[in-house]
């Protein structure tokens, strides 16, 4: 008899349908020469301290660092878990072969793994490795199963990592909590977690430390366009672009042209700015160039997890960890392809089956139209073999999109709109820039520039605008002048996208000057969608997509343990939000603080221990010592710790009370309700790294309809509608759109 594993029950329903196993069992069904069964997630997990050796019970500085010598696995202490585990360890006992089933990555390989070594399974294992659980994609899985050997650096990464993240987290945990934490909370500390919550800590307090520096930018208005007066670049900022021509060149893009450094210095006092707003107000404009260039803009990458998430997080305010439930429910409902990828290419083989795939959706046929019947193109920014390891990136199956909830629609409606649009022309624009010039009427030997240089004779102006001329792709997202791809938030979009007049070189007339008076602005906080981008890149907020997938390899975290991440630091009351923003709480302020250990706090250092788990799975680097390493780190952070002789302690909040329960999630149908699990010791309850919080049950009030939420607001037509305390609203409110309408 051969046994098949699943993840969960409705995943292993769908394979037994395939297989033509059709007898329900207690905890398996049964047909055809096959046996297929299920986990619920994790049915297994490390053990914990005090199962190692007694004493590691007891919190004391003494016991620490905790170290095994061997790492050993327990079942999860549920009485439905182990009921399901007993079914499974006998069928696996009696088994002639195994097909390990489980979600195809690193995860999901460690999950069966671990439930194949405590069921002591002998015989031969094979690994259905697949993207998505359409019938025809299960049919052709089992027509290629691997031998489980091909994944044991899979295994041997995600061991490494839980491994880790118990080493640390247990022992840092534990050591912090001792040492500053008065014995009233658990200070929960985490290899990724708490690099994470630096992240927005550092944030915060360049913000709150931040002094704002008044400044005036010279305007004029010649033939009813606003021209701004050419800035000379600082030290400082040529420095920055020479950093990022370098990160440009390692990510393999062609470096910009270098261009003069030219313009008038930065106008810092209002004296000096009148003096020149007067030298040129009675002076003619005269234009001095005009410059009109062609270009085309690609279609917008396909999503992978992070981007996925990052979009909707703007467009509909959706948490992280929503849009991977609502992307994970899709993928179970055979809509979507797998969904926890950090790559936004395709593999060639999936290039023949797109066009089925693009009959598929029935209910964008108006764009798909154009398509049918062509050649579609191949794209090597849409397919490339050498980009894709394991997964692809999230598409549509070609399944009918049925029975969906609202949040499923649109996150669907994102994830077919961008598969649709990479098989559309380049969008074709031209951008034109003016420059023109106004001499000045008296010398300026009273303000001269910073380097004691005498200001030029004339002050340069410039003025951009941007033209489509053949839309391509942006017919698909129903907008001509916005990039589908690009932040909702770029508040100069409108104004690269203006069309100008008809400008001759040589042209002169009267123009308008003034002196505009502006501050200079902090930092934007973190929201979860820059957050998640900025713990892909190690900390670096980078928009280009080239550039972002050369620094994914040191980013912290994976593509699927980031929404968790997000959560816990809310759950530890670390991190609270304030409409779509990230602040951190006084603890979580005071923590990071606290940690003069670089290596538990820096998402660039973490990020190069990511990295290294990521070799493990290439085979590139060995699993044995990047444990070793982080055994050596463990015990050097134990030591400066308990080395500390001030008298450091961190003030102790109290999670505010939830409002009201959160609603339940698609993923949740299939797993069992949790039973309440069996005490040992508090601490060690508190402290364990995958211990979830109890939620506390409230009655829901009944909420105001969404339909029209994330739709186009009606009043702007930018943004789209969002939901606030009282009202609807629009997204675009703070660039000044009012649109409001009050729940009814």
């Known amino acids: 008899m051969i046994v098949c594993i699943a993840e969960k029950p409705s995943v292993a329903r769908d394979i037994a349908d395939v297989l033509g196993a059709r007898e329900k069992k207690d905890g398996y069904i049964e047909g055809n020469g096959y046996q297929v069964t299920w986990t619920f997630g994790h049915l297994c997990t490390l053990k914990e301290p005090h199962e190692y050796t007694p004493d590691w019970k007891s919190w004391r500085l003494e016991y620490l660092p905790m170290i ?8 999860i202490s549920n009485p439905t878990y182990e009921r399901q585990f007993h079914v499974i360890e006998g069928l696996m006992q009696k088994a002639d072969m195994i097909i390990n089933c489980g979600d195809a990555g690193q995860e999901g390989e460690l999950i069966q793994r671990w439930v194949m070594q405590k069921a002591g399974a002998r015989c031969p294992v094979k690994r259905l490795w697949i993207s998505s659980l359409t019938e025809e994609a299960i049919r052709e899985g089992f027509a290629k199963l691997r031998d489980a050997s091909d994944f044991q650096p899979l295994y041997e990464a995600g061991l490494s990592r839980a491994i880790g993240d118990w080493l640390l987290g247990m022992n840092a945990t534990r050591l912090y909590t001792m040492k500053y934490g008065q014995n009233r909370q658990v200070l929960s500390i985490g290899r990724v977690q708490t690099p994470t919550l630096a992240l927005i800590v550092n944030r915060q307090l360049e913000i709150e430390n931040f002094v704002p520096k008044q400044y005036w930018v010279l305007n004029t208005v010649y033939r009813d366009t606003t021209f701004s007066a050419l800035i000379r670049k600082s030290d400082e900022e040529l420095a920055l672009e020479a950093e990022k021509q370098k990160e440009a060149i390692v990510a393999g893009k062609k470096p910009k042209k270098e261009e003069e450094n030219r313009g008038i210095d930065p106008i810092t006092d209002r004296e000096r700015g009148e003096e020149l707003l007067r030298q040129i107000k009675d002076a003619p404009f005269t234009v001095t160039s005009v410059t009109k260039k062609e270009g085309k803009e690609a279609p917008p990458r396909l999503f992978d997890l992070t981007s996925l998430q990052v979009e909707c997080n703007k467009k509909f305010a959706y948490s992280a960890d929503d849009t991977l439930k609502a992307i994970q429910s899709l ?75 609202d949040m499923e629609r649109r996150v669907f409606d994102l994830i077919a709109r961008r598969f649709i649009a990479v098989f559309y022309p380049d969008c074709k624009f031209s951008t034109t820039t003016v420059i023109g010039e106004v001499k000045k009427n008296v010398a300026s030997a009273l303000f001269p520039t910073e380097n004691g240089e005498a200001e030029a004779e004339a002050i340069e102006f410039k ?12 017919v698909v997202f129903n907008q001509n002048t916005t990039n589908a791809a690009a932040d909702a938030d770029d508040k100069d979009t409108d104004e690269d996208n203006k069309v100008l007049p008809a400008f001759v070189k040589g042209e002169s007339g009267p123009h308008v000057p003034d002196l505009v008076e502006k501050w200079t602005q902090p930092p934007r906080p973190y929201t979860e969608a820059t957050l998640l981008r900025a713990m892909e890149t190690a900390g670096k907020l980078v928009d280009n997509d080239e550039l972002r997938d050369a620094l994914k390899e040191n980013g912290i975290g994976r593509p699927s343990t980031r929404a968790a991440i997000i959560e816990t630091l809310f759950k530890r009351n670390y991190i609270r939000k304030e409409k779509k923003n990230l602040i951190a709480t006084p603890t979580g302020v005071e923590l990071i603080q606290m940690i003069r250990e670089e290596l538990l706090k820096s998402a660039e250092l973490t990020g190069i221990w990511e990295k290294k788990l990521r070799e493990i799975e290439k085979r590139t680097y060995n699993a044995g010592q990047f444990l070793e390493e982080l055994k050596q780190m463990v015990k050097e952070i134990v030591a400066t710790v308990m080395a500390d002789r001030s008298n450091r302690r961190i003030t102790v909040q109290a999670p505010p009370a939830p409002k009201q329960a959160a609603a339940k999630s698609p993923a949740a149908a299939d797993k069992p309700k949790k039973e309440p699990r069996k005490r040992t010791s508090k601490k060690a309850t508190q402290a364990a790294s995958a211990a979830e919080q109890p939620q506390v049950q409230v009655q829901v009030a009944p909420q105001p309809s969404t339909d029209i939420v994330g739709q186009p607001c009606p009043l702007c037509g930018k943004g789209v509608i969002i939901k606030g305390k009282t009202a609807y609203g629009c997204s675009e409110w703070r660039n000044g759109c009012t649109f409001r309408k009050p729940f009814e």
């Open 331 to 405: 993928y179970e409902k055979k809509i979507t392809t797998y969904p926890r990828v950090d790559t936004t290419f395709l593999s060639d083989d999936i290039y023949p089956k797109c066009p089925n795939i693009l009959k598929g959706l029935r209910d964008y046929t108006v764009l798909t139209a154009p398509l049918d019947g062509k050649t579609l193109p191949k794209s090597k920014k849409v397919f490339d073999n050498s980009k894709v390891t394991d997964h692809h990136a999230i598409i549509p199956t070609g399944q009918a999109a049925m029975n969906l909830t």
């Open 68 to 75: 095994p010598p061997r790492f050993g696995i327990k079942l």
């Open 463 to 474: 003025t951009s605008g941007r033209q489509i001329l053949e839309p391509g792709w942006r």
